[in-house]
């Protein structure tokens, strides 16, 4: 049985005894280390303007709680073991768009509770509330908001859809086109990357468990790899609805105007090491193997995402690393970094998002041949 890390602990061995070359690790940690992130310390700006994004007033009004970032730090895995870590990985941090990858995995709970019928289902059957009733959204199926696809249309939480209308991404943090006006386009036809669209997927997720999403991921699958008990998913201060005579709270899909998931590299380690196992955890199933291969599949309209997950296909995203590498991603920069090639799962917060593909070229320049 592969080795999984008990709750508390995990075992760290030499790099040499897991086929790398200590001298290559510390070169990759000393290159993120003099490659941090731009971002200033504090998200927030003295007026009020979230950082990181190039909302305008008053769509860039912060609804949720934000915590200052501190140093960088990391940990690479190989064979579930601990070759390298630097910095505190066990503060919980903000984690920012790797909730997205978080709520995937949520989707694929709901998928093997039979929650959700088929990823082609129109969302509408599922009998959530009006908003699906609209003529723009009656066609919008469960992979169109887990593909970022699905062009709803809307307002949620006091934020509409077109915050994030002509959102490119490779413009980086502060795209000027960000927000400009254009016309809707049919579901599952246009891909775009839509922070009001993720938290229309997590509030359906909400209706349909019926419970927290925290305390749903916690329950199926924190719990049981071990995590601390110290992450949070922070909602906004007005994302709470009214469920069997209960109030819950909905959580956003990062943490574009605060709140999101806050947690600490270890545990983000450890759902990555889940994730590369096929969704076992020991002698456990915890998550459907078919499912993970789902959010692997590359979207037609945009080949470097999968369901919430970014690919590397074409070697796009991490040129240096094979076509098989995956990731969770959030914005500072943060990610959950899985080579199925080379068995590593690596976590790194806070590097500058022009240095990724540097640090991971001098992670695999390390493996011994």
């Known amino acids: 049985m592969s080795y999984v890390p008990p709750p508390g602990k995990w075992e760290a061995r030499p790099p040499e005894a897991l086929g790398l070359r200590p001298e290559g690790l510390e070169a990759a940690i000393e290159y993120h280390r003099a490659h941090e992130s731009r971002w200033p310390r504090n998200f927030v700006t003295p007026s009020g303007h979230f950082v990181g994004v190039a ?3 008053p769509d860039s009004e912060v609804l949720g709680p934000v915590w200052p970032r501190e140093d960088v730090n990391g940990l690479i895995v190989r064979g579930g073991y601990v070759a390298a870590e630097w910095g505190d990985t066990t503060r919980a941090d903000m984690s920012f768009s790797i909730a997205k990858s978080y709520l995937a995995i949520l989707a694929g ?19 959530l509330d009006a908003s699906f009733d609209e003529p723009q959204n009656r066609m919008i199926t469960w992979r169109h908001l887990l593909q970022q696809t699905s062009e709803w249309q809307g307002t949620l939480w006091g934020k509409p ?6 959102r490119d991404l490779t413009k980086g943090d502060f795209d000027p086109d960000k927000g400009r006006p254009r016309a809707l386009r049919a579901p599952g036809t ?9 938290n229309r997927l997590s509030l359906s997720l909400l209706q349909l468990f019926r419970r927290p ?14 995590a601390s008990q110290e992450w949070v998913w922070q909602p906004y201060r007005n994302s709470w609805i009214e469920c069997d005579g209960r109030r819950l709270p909905s959580v956003p899909g990062g943490s574009h105007w605060g709140g999101g998931l806050w947690m600490s590299s270890q545990d983000h380690a450890r759902l990555g090491l889940l994730v590369h196992r096929d969704g076992r955890w020991g002698d456990r199933r915890l998550l459907e193997p078919v499912w993970l291969a789902e959010l692997r599949r590359p979207c ?3 080949p470097q995402y999968g369901l919430m997950w970014w690919l590397n296909s074409g070697r796009v995203q991490f040129p240096s690393a094979p076509e098989a590498v995956y990731a969770a991603r959030g914005a500072g920069s943060n990610l959950i970094w899985i080579d199925p090639e080379h068995d590593l799962v690596v976590v790194v917060r806070w590097i500058d998002k ?7 070229r001098r992670v695999l320049a390390s493996l011994i041949a």
């Open 55 to 57: 909302d305008e007033p």
């Open 354 to 360: 022009a240095s990724m593909d540097g640090f991971f």
């Open 213 to 226: 999403l925290p305390d749903v991921l916690r329950e199926a699958v924190m719990d049981p790899i071990g």
């Open 161 to 166: 859809d077109t915050i994030d209308h002509n």
């Open 300 to 302: 037609p309209l945009n």
């Open 190 to 198: 246009h891909w775009e990357y839509n922070d009001v669209r993720v």
């Open 109 to 127: 709970v709901a998928v093997a509770r039979g929650l959700i019928r088929g990823l082609d289902a129109p969302v509408r059957d599922s009998g």
